[in-house]
């Protein structure tokens, strides 16, 4: 993918492909409606000024496209249009020892009786324990305060993803 195929394609098309990198609609809506977009960092400029006006519901609805920490045979499923994108960001997970797996698991039951939603960080590069430790951190958080924490998480996500579509 290119940045003028993405300005060429359909409205269809271009949200489709967006929307990959990040399961707001609204998001993906109003980035697709910003084309055409002169490179990459004039597209990165748009996504970030949009998402940082999208709204709790926006952010829920773009971290139930995401498989629980840890989750991995959720990939297979609900996840296929980004099945190897999370595989990958949750790599640090295959080295870990089951018991560190099972916490997670708990953890991320305790943060989404706590919050509303699934654990959002921007794993890769992250190992299991490094996330898991982010966790109970996080578990400390205010829910104002860990919805924008979330969201920048999110964000991340999608800049990673976005770098992997004009791969």
Known sequence: M????????????????LFKCCGSTL????LTDCRPFSN?????????RIWMGCS??????????HPKIGDLKSLEKKFAA???????????????????IQE?????????????????????GKSAEEMLNLLQVRMENDAETELKTAMNEQNKITHLRLD???A
């Open 2 to 17: 290119t940045v003028p195929k993405l300005n060429k394609m359909s409205s269809d098309a271009a949200f489709a492909e």
């Open 27 to 30: 998001w993906a809506h109003k």
């Open 40 to 48: 990459k960092q004039d597209l990165i400029r748009s996504s970030d």
């Open 56 to 65: 709790r519901k926006d952010a829920l609805e773009a971290f139930s496209h």
């Open 82 to 100: 980004t099945k190897e994108w999370a595989s990958n960001e949750q790599a640090g997970l295959t080295a870990a020892a089951g018991k560190t």
């Open 104 to 124: 997670l698991a708990d953890g991320n039951t305790a943060y989404e009786n706590k919050f509303g939603y699934i654990f959002i960080v921007c794993a890769t």
């Open 164 to 166: 992997k579509l004009f």
